[in-house]
């Protein structure tokens, strides 16, 4: 790539930043509203009405009530991470990508933790949720070594 190519696509990048950060920040938002009112349902289903869940149900309500919390937690923690990676894709630092990473192993764990039952633990589930962890503690590390050195509180 030659310097007068280089330079214009640092200027596109430079452009494009920060109308992507405040469309993200949007949609975060909005995400964590969507988060903050399906809590509100559920626990509101959870005190007033009967819990029970229609077999071929459709409905919002229905699907409110019969999704488990950390499902619903774990499928807006892989949104927000996909927001966020496809918004990193118009900065020049390859190294924030980890944090949407970091979100997204999250969010996997917890998926994977609310398919499981503890009568049925075996070997693979323990090495699937060890190799979760052990991604998530490097992601981490990574994250803590390029943030530099904080100071003692």
């Known amino acids: 790539m030659d310097?007068?190519?280089g330079h214009a696509a640092k200027t596109l990048i430079y452009a494009?930043?920060?109308p992507a950060a405040t469309l993200v920040?949007?949609?975060q938002m909005l995400l964590g509203l969507g988060l903050a009112i399906t809590l509100v349902l559920k626990i509101y289903m959870l005190v007033f009405t009967d819990q029970v869940c229609l077999a071929d149900g459709a409905t919002?309500?229905?699907i409110i009530r019969c999704t488990?919390?950390?499902?619903?937690l774990s499928n807006f923690l892989?949104?927000?991470?996909g927001f966020?990676?496809?918004a990193q894709m118009f900065t020049q630092a390859p190294h924030l990508l980890l944090e949407p990473l970091l979100l997204a192993l999250t969010g996997v764990l917890l998926q994977y933790l609310v398919g499981a039952?503890?009568?049925g633990a075996t070997w693979y589930f323990c090495l699937v949720v060890l190799v979760l962890f052990g991604a998530m503690s490097a992601v981490f590390a990574a994250l803590r070594y390029w943030s530099g050195p904080r100071s003692p509180i």
């Open 16 to 18: 494009l930043e920060r």
């Open 60 to 62: 919002l309500g229905n």
């Open 117 to 119: 039952n503890g009568a």
């Open 25 to 27: 920040t949007v949609c």
């Open 3 to 5: 310097a007068k190519t």
């Open 84 to 86: 966020r990676f496809a």
């Open 68 to 72: 488990p919390t950390l499902s619903l």
């Open 78 to 81: 892989i949104m927000v991470a």
